[in-house]
T-cell receptor
Framework: DAGITQSPRHKVTETGTPVTLRCHQT?????MYWYRQDPGHGLRLIHY???????DKGEVSDGYSVSRSKTEDFLLTLESATSSQTSVYFC????????????FGPGTRLTVL | GESVGLHLPTLSVQEGDNSIINCAYS??????FIWYKQESGKGPQFIID?????DKRQGQRVTVLLNKTVKHLSLQIAATQPGDSAVYFC??????????FGTGTLLAVQP
């Protein structure tokens, strides 16, 4: 593994509750990404960060916010979870702008009832 | 984990045979491409990458071929083993900081 952990690994919550997922890296990589993975859709980018306090939206950012207050942590928040946000969430890191592959964490399975 | 394989195209091969997994990419401006392997319940794992100025690149038991004319990428796995059973994704990247992923192919290795 590339020094990426995600917490929690599994979570069940109810519609309307806030949820925060954490991604932690020990590689000191600049770029961090949050994806969701759903059957038939592959990996879709939610948000990404290109440095501390520097973030940008991906293709499915509605209903999600992120924060990066330090290099090693990238938080994904669902302010008010909905059933459509039931998914597996993956964090990834990348060392440089071009050419370096993204390394993925183990994933968080989130169920919103 | 297990739900990743649902609704995916499936390639079924016999153990010991060679496997070829194909991918069509979308952006002619993409200048590098990556293949990932994802086993059930795990995150995607890097296999091999290739730059757009190359047609072929080889790794251990794997070869990636790139045909820019038709925007096609393939992953060849030699002497496929049961441990190769997984979902395989291609991804394309370019000047942005982001990768675009394909939906994946499920490789099922029959003993």
């Amino acid at each position: 593994d590339a020094g990426i952990t995600q917490s929690p690994r599994h979570k069940v919550t109810e519609t309307g509750t806030p949820v925060t997922l954490r991604c932690h890296q020990t590689e000191n990589h600049r770029y961090m990404y949050w994806y969701r993975q759903d059957p038939g859709h592959g990996l879709r980018l939610i948000h990404y960060s290109y440095g501390v306090k520097d973030t940008d939206k991906g293709e499915v950012s509605d209903g999600y916010s992120v924060s990066r207050s330090k290099t090693e942590d990238f938080l994904l928040t669902l302010e008010s979870a909905t059933s459509s946000q039931t998914s597996v969430y993956f964090c990834a890191i990348r060392g440089s702008v071009r050419g370096d592959e993204q390394f993925f964490g183990p994933g968080t399975r989130l169920t919103v009832l | 984990g297990e739900s990743v394989g649902l609704h995916l195209p499936t390639l079924s091969v016999q153990e010991g045979d060679n496997s070829i997994i194909n991918c069509a990419y979308s952006n002619s401006a993409s200048d590098y491409f990556i293949w990932y392997k994802q086993e059930s319940g795990k995150g995607p794992q890097f296999i091999i990458d290739i730059r757009s100025n190359m047609d072929k690149r080889q790794g251990q038991r794997v070869t990636v071929l790139l045909n820019k004319t038709v925007k096609h990428l393939s992953l060849q796995i030699a002497a496929t083993q049961p441990g190769d059973s997984a979902v395989y994704f291609c991804a394309e990247g370019g000047a942005t900081n982001k990768l675009i992923f394909g939906t994946g192919t499920l490789l099922a290795v029959q003993p």
